[in-house]
């Protein structure tokens, strides 16, 4: 079924194929059904420094390739991921877990960003100044910052992939990928997709396996001038903090406890509709996903009455099954973490109106499934309400006013994403402005496409995937100033 795409489970470097120097792997699991799906090297110092040494290698080169020339290698890339589009959605499937057809989502959002940078290359302008001096002038230029390091997470691998690898390129960077190593293999095969569209040795190059050795080269190896990662806060401040210490540039999508809030004159059919798409995409397993579920006490009953009504008719199970479309968390360890912020609610006073892991269908405990729940009397003190959930928990919190609303949502260090509900526009985008987030949708739970840019404030993040702010991401302004004395004797 995958053999269309053809690419060993080798890391790749340099424009070749091949296995750690140790010889060790490591095992890549389906969380659906807990079966071995496959194996992927694992890589480590070596195999980093070797990467970053080829990148430097085809840094000059690919720098100096003509930025339309560079889009017409985006571009082919973006047709072969379409082209690919069922064994890539399959095999997304199967080692992450979210529905099938979230993974042939993915694949066209992934596709969307190569397009996106491709046409952007020939957008990278510079401009002149006017000088105060006659016979001076003065104009900038943008330059590639250089080798690249990408570190993605397991929760969109390819989509998230994208984002960094699309700008880099396009900016004339090479890259070299880290994956998450729960999720190793769609990153091979995207390899093997820019080994098709010949892109040039050593342009782009993927190294799996130990994580910290494989950072330390990032961080401390003094060919890459860049590092742009989604992952967790915590990762990204160690991250930050020792590219610091080598004056590297980094960006980061982090954390997010998202508000989604629902004012008292909403549509209450389509904000329940948005929040149940929004919150169990990828499982619940979403950076942007609603964390928070803020409903004004006046329809506070209403709106979860229609809450437990669409999630009651949610199908749990393997993502492969048409019919599901709530799949796995990522591992067990994933499942005992959501359970755990559960648990502690239901201690602390949150009642538990459905779901819960003692719900989860005997047929399914192979997996590593938690079922959509819903849990109401949630307070603000709450860990479920402070951290992360990374699953496919649904909080409700009634509010009686926009400035508590408000209050309560921006009391939080992450400002990842918001969501706003309401037919008065006019108030929701102005509640929306004072909410401390990145990207705000208001009545809409898909704020995020590849023209617009995307990216956190306070412990969510720093600097911006998409738009044209993405590509200046991996560009640095050069100023250059020429004094003409003919000019200025004339």
Not at 19 to 28: D, H, I, K, M, Y
Not at 66 to 87: C, K, N, V
Not at 218 to 229: K, M, N
């Amino acid at each position: 079924m995958l053999t269309e795409l053809q690419f060993p489970a080798q890391l790749w470097i340099d424009g070749d194929w091949r296995e750690a120097e140790s010889g060790e792997r490591f095992a890549v699991i389906n969380p659906a059904t807990g079966e071995r799906l496959g194996d992927a090297p694992r890589g480590g110092a070596v195999e980093a420094t070797a990467a970053v040494e080829a990148a430097e290698r085809a840094r000059e080169g690919w720098a100096a390739t003509p930025a339309p020339r560079r889009g017409e290698y985006l571009q082919r890339i973006r047709q072969l991921l379409l082209d690919h589009r069922e064994p890539l959605a399959d095999l997304l499937t199967r080692e992450q877990g979210k529905p099938l057809a979230q993974a042939r989502a993915e694949v066209d959002y992934a596709a969307g960003f190569y397009r996106w940078f491709a046409e952007e290359a020939r957008r990278i302008y510079g401009r002149s100044i006017p000088h105060a001096d006659a016979g001076k002038f003065s104009w900038v230029e943008y330059h590639p910052v250089g080798v690249t390091a990408a570190v993605t997470p397991w929760n969109f691998p390819l989509a998230q992939g994208a984002k960094k690898i699309a700008a880099a390129l396009a900016a004339g960077c090479p890259v070299v990928l880290k994956p998450a190593s729960h999720t190793p293999l769609i990153s091979l095969a995207f390899a093997w997709i820019t080994g098709q569209a010949e892109l040039p040795a050593g342009v782009f190059n993927v190294v799996c396996g130990d994580a910290r050795a494989i950072g330390k080269v990032f961080t401390d190896h003094p060919a890459v001038r860049a590092i742009s990662l989604t992952g967790s806060t915590e990762t990204g401040a160690e991250i930050m903090s020792a590219a610091g210490r080598h004056i590297k540039r980094t960006s980061m999508e982090l954390g997010g406890n998202s508000p989604f809030i629902v004012l008292p004159d909403a549509d209450l059919e389509r904000a329940v509709d948005d929040l149940i798409r929004v919150k169990f995409m990828a499982n619940g397993q979403m950076c942007v996903t609603a964390n928070r579920v803020f409903a004004h006490e006046s329809l506070f009953d209403r709106f979860t009455a229609l809450v437990l009504e669409r999630v009651r008719a949610l199908q749990l199970g393997n993502g492969l099954d048409p019919n599901v479309n709530v799949g796995p968390l990522v591992s067990a360890a994933a499942v005992a973490a959501v359970n755990g912020l559960v648990e502690d609610a239901v201690a602390g006073g949150a009642v538990l109106l459905h779901g819960g892991l003692a719900a989860l269908p005997a047929e399914l405990s192979r997996g590593s499934f938690y079922p959509p729940t819903v849990l109401a009397g949630v307070s603000d003190g709450m860990r479920i309400a402070r951290e992360e959930i990374f699953g496919p928990v649904i909080t409700l919190l009634p509010f009686a006013s926009d400035d508590e609303v408000i209050r309560r949502a921006n009391a939080t260090e992450y400002g990842l994403a918001a969501y706003v509900y309401g037919r008065d526009i006019q108030r929701a985008t102005r509640l929306a402005r004072r909410l401390q987030a990145g990207i705000t949708g208001i009545n809409d739970m898909r704020p995020l496409r590849a023209e617009v840019p995307f990216g956190g404030v306070k412990s969510s993040g720093v600097g911006r995937e998409g738009g044209s702010e993405g590509l200046l991401e991996f560009m640095e302004a050069r100023v250059f100033s020429v004094f003409d004395a003919e000019v200025a004797s004339g």
